[in-house]
């Protein structure tokens, strides 16, 4: 024990003499908190319009004037050319059309019904079916108007409509930043647990201290422990700034019980600490241990549902998705944060942790003691 | 207590096709200062990695201080001492923190054993606060071997801890070898400079993995079989090539400035071998009948098939 204890005081020792491991502690951090937290968002906002109003009517600019006063678009440009407003998109200025044809007031009050259109630029899917949704909204909603406005009290009587409201559980401003931090605060545990526990470990064989230890009375699982609990203690840390760095930089909520991000963190480090020993035995220098995490990384963060939703993956790519554990605690971070689930309600991916945890830790001692 | 500290008998390693150690046996003595004498790739390195129980052999006994470099390994790591070719300690800690370390993972203390490695130590004891990957080599190699020695190891292996290592710093070093020999510390070391050899007690010559011969330095220059002449002239090449048509020559190569020729024949001629050179137009010859050295012996081992050797 007092072995691992001395190990674990070198390894300090060692990381806080290290200039480059200061700043990655507490710059990357803030720093990866604000760029991607306000940079990775799904909000559509000044949504560029451009303004083909070929009717010139009250009816015509009614409808423009909702498009005015939605804080999501910016009327960009107005004109009576569509191959103007075209020509724009072309060239990347505007993000959407919104052309009246000639005759709309007319039309629609003679006939009862007149047409509109939307030309969206779908370079990007995502925001241009956002944008089609929103614009499709506020259509439904100027059409309610249009309908009551011409209509007969007769005819008031008659008519039976559905009225939605909505309202947002859990996020009730749909702020996109509560949404990301926990994630962002996950990939920040990961990157100090993977990268920096795997080439720790490839350092002592690159530069052949590990040699001498070897030769030492010290056992392997006291060398492994002395090694990655440092890294463990480093994340938790890091997990508990990050938390106040977001706290408060973007006010984010913590609505359930710290004590269970802590717990699943502690389990969550051990498969990620794990998964570096794991690597590191595969590996001979700290750059290959370096690009191998980084496949690794890539990859689990891409899938981790961080970005984009895993119920919208195709399902071998969810089945798959078990395997990625920062899928299991970025669940978990945003249901205790957000929704403020207790343990009965996140145990469940727990317990998932808790076994994949023993499985890789088991597996990286195996694979360290064979080649060490 | 057995009588011999490292028993080898029939150690065989091999990695893929190369025979890394090919059947070597030798026994050393409690308190003896051996050496390993051999080129690159000679098995030196493997030798001792098996020894300190970094590697497996593939067949064979190999006993330090009566254990069993496989049944016995934590017992042996406890007692011995292994600074490994490479500098392979802590670069970004201090000197005196990787002593420290070094004390502290084998349960002892730097004050508990100071008196052991106070005669190295204290050399390198003024730059205690620096971090041990800015000293010299030399003072690197102190410190490599204060650590290697700070739990009081009964057997102290190193490997080729001079190599790298300016002349001044490598004759320092083996005054500090002897002197701790007479703690009674059994210590082998490998190198491949042949001019160490007379430091040590009893060496072993090493070629491709096998040990061609083990005696005191003495003994190997005595049994060297040959008469040997160092011949000098102007054109070193030139002089190499003729020397090898001379009749009776048994073996011709530079060594240095001047070339080494020996006879099987005990009663050569100088002067017939001065006429012989002068008549090829080499001016100023000078031959001088010489005392093998280490280096000759083992040149001529090297030359002489196995067969022949063990008769």
């Known amino acids: ?372 | 207590m057995p009588e011999n500290s490292i028993h080898v008998q029939s150690l065989t390693k091999r990695f893929g096709e190369t025979l890394a150690l090919d059947d070597v046996s030798f026994d050393v003595a409690r308190g003896e200062l051996f050496g390993f004498i051999g080129p690159d790739g000679a098995g030196k390195t493997t030798l001792f990695r098996i020894l300190t129980t970094l590697l497996l052999a593939d067949k064979g006994i190999c006993n330090v201080e009566g254990l069993d470099v496989v049944k016995d390994y934590r017992k042996i790591r406890r007692i011995s001492g292994y600074m490994p070719g490479k500098f392979s300690l802590y670069q970004d800690l201090t000197v005196e923190e990787n002593l420290k370390f070094f004390a502290t993972i084998f349960g002892t203390t730097i004050r508990e054993n100071y008196s052991l490695v106070k005669d190295i130590y204290q050399q390198i004891e003024p730059f205690k606060n620096r971090k041990a990957g800015k000293l010299s080599g030399g003072m690197k190699q102190k410190l490599a071997l204060s650590c290697a020695m700070i739990h009081k190891p009964e057997v102290l292996f190193l490997d080729e801890p001079t190599t790298g290592v300016d002349a001044v710093s490598r004759l320092e070093f083996w005054q500090m070898l002897n002197r701790l020999k007479e703690s009674g510390i059994t210590i082998l070391v490998s190198t491949p400079y042949m001019d160490e050899a007379g430091q040590c007690d009893r060496v072993a010559l090493m070629q491709n993995g096998r040990i061609m011969t083990i005696s005191t330095p003495n003994e190997v220059i005595r049994n060297y079989p040959l008469s040997l002449f160092s011949v000098k002239s102007g054109d070193i090449y030139q002089l190499l090539s003729e020397l090898r048509l001379y009749p009776g020559v048994h073996s011709v190569y530079a060594f240095g400035q001047s070339a080494h020729v020996s006879f099987n024949d005990r009663n050569i001629e100088k002067e017939i071998l001065s006429d012989f050179l002068k008549k090829n137009h080499h001016e100023s010859v000078s031959i001088t009948p010489i005392e093998a050295t280490i280096e000759d012996c083992f040149m001529e081992l090297m030359n002489t098939p196995a067969k022949e050797k063990t008769t």
Do not use: C
């Open chain 1, 1 to 372: 024990m007092r072995t691992i204890l001395y190990i674990i005081q070198k390894e300090f020792l060692q990381v806080f003499r290290n200039k480059s491991m200061l700043p990655i502690i507490f710059i990357v951090p803030i720093v990866q908190l604000i760029v991607l937290v306000n940079a990775a968002t799904y909000e559509m906002k000044h949504i560029r319009v451009s303004v083909v109003d070929l009717d010139l009517s009250s009816t015509s600019r009614k409808l423009v004037s909702k498009f005015q006063g939605s804080p999501f678009y910016r009327i960009q440009k107005t004109s009576f050319s569509y191959r103007e407003a075209e020509d724009q998109m072309k060239r990347g200025n505007v993000d959407m059309i919104l052309q009246v044809p000639a005759g709309f007031e007319k039309k629609l009050l003679k006939e009862g019904q007149a047409k509109v259109q939307f030309v969206i630029n779908a370079i990007n899917g995502q925001s241009a079916g956002l944008t089609n949704a929103y614009s499709t909204m506020i259509l439904l909603d100027y059409n309610r108007e249009v309908v009551l406005e011409n209509a007969t009290p007769a005819m008031m009587a008659g008519i039976r409509s559905i009225q939605t409201d909505y309202s947002y559980w859990f996020n009730p401003k749909l702020n996109y930043k509560t949404y990301m931090v926990p994630g962002i605060l996950v990939l920040l545990v990961t990157i100090i647990g993977l990268l920096l526990s795997g080439m720790n470990i490839v350092r002592e064989m690159e530069i052949g201290t590990i040699e001498q230890i070897n030769v030492t009375p010290i056992r392997k699982i006291q060398f492994i422990t002395g090694k990655l609990m440092p890294f463990w203690i480093i994340g938790l840390f890091e997990l508990a700034f990050g938390l106040s760095v977001g706290k408060l930089l973007f006010n984010i909520p913590m609505e359930g019980n710290l004590g269970f991000i802590f717990l699943s963190a502690a389990v969550y480090l051990f498969v990620i600490l794990s998964f570096g020993l794991l690597i590191s035995t595969i590996t001979h220098t700290q750059q290959q241990a370096m690009l191998v995490s980084f496949f690794f990384m890539v990859v689990f963060i891409l899938m981790s549902g961080l970005f984009t939703s895993i119920e919208s993956m195709p399902p071998w790519a969810q089945k798959l998705d078990r395997l990625n554990p920062l899928m299991y605690f970025i669940r978990i971070m945003r249901m205790v944060l957000l929704k403020g689930s207790g343990f009965a309600d996140i145990s469940r991916y727990f317990w998932s942790l808790v076994v994949y945890a023993v499985f890789i830790v088991s597996l990286a001692i195996w694979r360290y003691r064979k080649v060490a």
